[in-house]
């Protein structure tokens, strides 16, 4: 989709369709079904002959603004809006696979992605290899006969560790495999996979577009072509829609998504910074930061910081428990992207399924904790963390 605006004016405006009522704000469109003119309109709206829609498990108006708003914002042709951001992963990947083919991804995955490829994916004959994908020569080193996916989240969850999208997309490109993006922590404002040459980018909307914690939502992007011959038929016949209510929650929170991004990162870099120099903290991973050891690749792909903080605590798990507990404003969840500051100990978590080896692999120890920046004043969220490190 061409789109004129900068990225704060196509959050407000783009998409909309307005009814003839000529509402200001978008109308929740709750049908199931369309009714039809006459058979003839009918059979040609079958045949794909005229525009319009034909089941909301297909698609449907209010969704459609939504996913419109986001093909604008993301430079991609077609969006189909999912029911979470585990169907929206889920799909893209299964979609356009099949027994027999080879999926290489990075094994720093959120985990209910990890399960899919590593767990899910082998038992319908998709093979799956898991590399540290901060080195491109792994990527390479995986590739087999039959590899068709590359599947990778940058930054990571919770070490935010980051991979270089170029140049996995270069490799794919020389065998004519397609990259899949989970780009949650990097926003759709501070990173754009397709222009780096990624062929699908997926959203878990339940994160910072919603923003608020009141939608669990996904969505998945690409060019048209790719869509209409692996994702069109999958997402109609197996069904990980989304319910228009959830897509006009996340119309709203596409409006606001730059305000908050930015208010959320501002708060971030600043914890970040307090910790560096807190005598409890052994190391601070931020990527808005120079000591961030991938600053290089920051400084190619990336156009902000982030929202999240990764730290670790000299004090261990105890040290990490004692600080959540402490902390007044931050509360503690495995949610993030929300307006609220939230806190998490990724080891006793959102990371306990894994084993200590998996765990070290991914850079978390026991005092490994993750701060997802909300948009509440940052003086307050400062003294907040100096108190409760204090009662360490
Ligand atoms: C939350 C999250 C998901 C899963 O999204 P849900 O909306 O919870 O299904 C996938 N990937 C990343 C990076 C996430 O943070």
């Known amino acids: 989709m061409t789109n004129k605006w900068r990225p704060a004016t196509t959050l407000v405006h783009g998409g909309t369709l307005r009814s003839q009522y000529g509402e200001m704000s ?4 709750l049908t199931q079904g369309f009714a039809y003119d006459s058979s003839e309109a009918a059979e040609a709206r079958f045949k794909g002959e005229t525009d319009g829609y034909i089941y909301a498990r297909y698609g449907s108006p209010t969704n459609d603004m939504f996913e419109k708003r986001m093909c604008a914002l993301e430079g991609a042709e077609e969006a189909r809006a999912t029911a979470s951001g585990m169907a929206a992963v889920s799909a893209a990947l299964l979609c356009q696979l099949k027994a027999g083919d080879h999926i ?23 093979e799956c290899t898991l590399i540290d994908g901060r080195d491109l020569a792994n990527w390479e080193k995986a590739i087999q006969k039959n590899t068709k996916v590359f599947f ?31 780009n949650v922590f990097a926003t759709p404002l501070f990173q754009k996979p397709l222009e780096l040459g990624a062929h699908i980018v997926v959203y878990s909307a339940t994160k910072h577009i919603d923003g608020q914690g009141r939608s669990l939502a996904g969505v998945i992007l690409s060019d048209k072509e790719w869509v ?26 596409l409006e606001t998504l730059p305000i908050r991004v930015k ?29 961030h050891p991938q600053a290089d690749i920051i400084a190619r792909q990336m156009s902000g910081g982030s929202t999240l903080v990764c730290f670790e605590l ?43 080896e998996a765990r070290a692999e991914l850079g978390i120890s026991p005092g490994t904790v993750r701060f997802s920046a909300g948009i509440e004043d940052g003086e307050d969220l400062l003294e907040d963390f100096a108190r409760a490190l204090a009662a360490i």
């Open 104 to 126: 290489v991804a990075a094994r720093a995955l959120f985990g209910s992605c990890r399960w899919v490829v590593e767990t899910l994916a082998p038992r319908y004959g998709i």
């Open 26 to 29: 978008e109308a929740i469109y």
């Open 228 to 253: 209409d011959e692996h994702l069109q038929d999958y997402y109609r016949h197996t069904g990980p829609a989304m319910s228009p209510f959830t897509a006009w929650t996340l119309i709203k929170g």
């Open 152 to 182: 990778l989240e940058s930054p990571t969850n919770p070490t935010l560790e980051i991979v270089d999208i170029a140049g996995v997309a270069k490799l794919a490109n020389q065998i004519g495999a397609k990259v899949v993006v989970d």
């Open 314 to 356: 000299k004090g261990g798990k105890e040290a990490a428990f004692k600080l959540q507990n402490a902390l007044e404003v931050v509360t503690i969840s495995n949610n993030l992207g929300d307006t609220r500051s939230l806190i998490t100990h990724p080891a006793t978590t959102t990371h306990k399924n894994l084993t200590d």
């Open 263 to 291: 208010a959320q990162t501002d708060n971030a870099s600043k914890i970040a910074d307090f910790l560096a120099e807190h005598k409890h903290v052994a190391k601070v991973i931020y990527p808005g930061r120079k000591d």
